[in-house]
């Protein structure tokens, strides 16, 4: 099993650019949730999805779009960046019952 | 909503020295978990131990074990014979819990920032 997988690993944007951050996992598990973590802070929650079709906001959900139309796959989409997003984005999954998330290595995204 | 505290920026001990991290949280809810993560400077996100509210013994792992006390809302992990792999930040998380296509998410506390001496 590869785990919960994230790409890119670093990636550069200009002010008003779109773009992608891509997650899966091979788990199998229900739950997704994304996270950012800033200079500071411990990781807060963006949005989550408790299984394909449903997704829901979480802490910071402004600035950004997620969609869920398999089980293994979130990603979130960046509409238009701005520097404020500067950050480094967690993707995390775990399985319907159990309460331990497996986190992905992480993006570290710069919006310039 | 829950908050998660965690008082101490940064701390400092010598190699094989006990040290104590504090967190403190506070929810409305009865049934939640308790988590511990290490970040080391790989920024992978580790879990170190978990506690589930409903159990009043204090979980361990090997050199890792927590002080859970439910009423006073605090959850502090304890590391015996620090070692230097043992660097890194450490976040204190809670979670309700959820199941049956119930909300999720963790909340994180701002970190320890952990420094293990030679």
């Known amino acids: 099993n590869a785990g919960v997988t994230q790409t890119p690993k670093f990636q550069v944007l200009k002010t008003g650019q779109s773009m992608t951050l891509q997650c899966a996992q091979d788990m199998n598990h229900e739950y997704m949730s994304w996270y950012r973590q800033d200079p500071g802070m411990g990781l807060r929650l963006i949005h989550y999805?408790?299984?394909?079709?449903?997704?829901d906001q979480g802490e910071v959900p402004n600035g950004y779009n997620v969609s869920r139309s398999t089980t293994e796959d979130f990603p979130l989409r960046l509409l238009s960046a701005a520097p404020s997003q500067t950050s480094v984005y967690f993707c995390?999954?775990?399985?319907?019952?159990?309460?331990?998330?497996?986190f992905g290595p992480g993006t570290r995204l710069l919006v310039l | 909503a829950q908050t998660v505290t965690q008082s101490q920026p940064e701390m400092s001990v010598q190699e094989a020295e006990t040290v104590t991290l504090s967190c403190t949280y506070d929810?409305?809810?009865?049934?939640?978990?308790l988590f511990w993560y290490k970040q080391p400077p790989s920024r992978q996100m580790i879990l170190v131990i978990r506690?589930?509210?409903?159990?009043?013994q204090n979980a361990t792992e090997n050199r890792f074990s927590v002080n859970f006390q439910k009423a006073a809302k605090s959850f502090s992990l304890k590391i015996s014979d620090s070692q230097l792999g043992d660097t890194a930040m450490y976040f204190c998380a809670f979670m309700i819990s959820y199941s049956g296509g119930g909300a999720d998410g963790l909340t994180f506390g701002k970190g320890t920032h952990l420094i293990i001496q030679p």
């Open positions: 999805s408790v299984g394909a079709g449903i997704t």
């Open positions: 506690q589930e509210a409903y159990k009043q």
């Open positions: 995390a999954s775990r399985r319907d019952g159990l309460e331990t998330q497996y």
């Open positions: 929810t409305s809810e009865n049934n939640y978990y």
